[in-house]
């Protein structure tokens, strides 16, 4: 099947493409003019998450947390493995905990959103929502598949409307709160 508006055309006994010549002639009617999304693309900086400073008391917190979890798993597990693990699991949370958010550069475009180079197809997602909270807000894309986590990608509250206004020429704006984890982690000042 050939369309006649494509400027190539396949030959199956391998010759090369034949170029269709897209000039209207002289007896056609000028096509209506059509919005050209290709063009559209949007680029910013902002942080890759909000930072939670936390003091001496959260460290201490999340000492004893981690060594009262330890402690109830060995007594009664009588397992070193699984006391390790809480152990090691406090450790990289306490690491995680402390390190400071770098910027990262997105940019949404008809390929899809990037961060920090990386292109996130916009195909993957059914919907995206706007999730505001303190100094930054951020967009949520919420994947098709099922074991595939969000996207999220933050920026200024003065960008929000190009940003939504963009990205709602891709996808459905989904008026949606975080799940129970996310609202975990959000509360615990990760």
Do not use: C
């Not at 059509?34 to 999340?62: F, N, V």
């Not at 979890?69 to 905990?97: E, M, N, P, Q, S």
């Not at 997602?125 to 996207?151: G, H, Q």
């Amino acid at each position: 099947m050939n369309d006649e508006n494509s400027p190539w055309q396949y030959k199956p006994d391998g010759d090369a493409p034949a170029q269709n010549n897209l000039a209207p002639s002289d007896n056609s009617t000028p096509a209506a003019p059509q919005r050209d999304s290709s063009s559209k693309s949007l680029s910013w900086e902002a942080l890759e998450y909000i930072d939670h400073p936390h003091g001496a008391g959260w460290y201490l917190a999340l000492v004893l947390i981690t060594a009262a979890l330890a402690a109830a798993a060995y007594l009664t597990l009588k397992d070193r493995v699984a006391t390790g693990t809480i152990v090691v699991v406090g450790i990289i949370v306490g690491i995680f905990a402390s390190q400071k958010p770098h910027r990262a550069k997105y940019e949404i475009s008809p390929a899809g959103l990037s961060v920090n180079g990386k292109l996130y197809g916009l195909g993957n997602y059914k919907s995206f929502a706007v999730i505001r909270e303190d100094s930054l807000s951020s967009i949520y894309l919420f994947p098709l598949r099922r074991f595939m986590p969000p996207l999220s990608a933050y920026f200024e509250p003065k960008d929000e409307a190009r940003i939504t206004a963009l990205l709602g020429d891709y996808l459905p704006y989904e008026d949606r709160e975080l799940d129970a984890i996310d609202r975990l982690s959000r509360r615990l000042r990760l």
